[in-house]
């Protein structure tokens, strides 16, 4: 989990094709993914962003605060999903 972000307060527009293109600037993104609620399909406002080096995660999370699709963003370090 080390080279993956939580990105929060995502725009409901935006999309994974989005994150991985704005994150990109850091290093390469591996996987960009934006959650979907099951029944509707619309966006839940937060997604992940994986990158191929660790390195990139420190700059990246300096993304923090700043605006994109009009919102500001949420980013943090992924965490585990707890086991239930």
Known sequence: MANKLFIGNLAWETGAEDLKEHFSQFGEVVDAFVATDKFSGRSRGFGFVTFADESS???AKELHGTEFNGRDLVVDDAQEKPQD
Do not use: D, N, Q, S
Request: proline share 33%; net charge neutral; glycine share 0%.
């Open 57 to 59: 995660v420190a700059p």
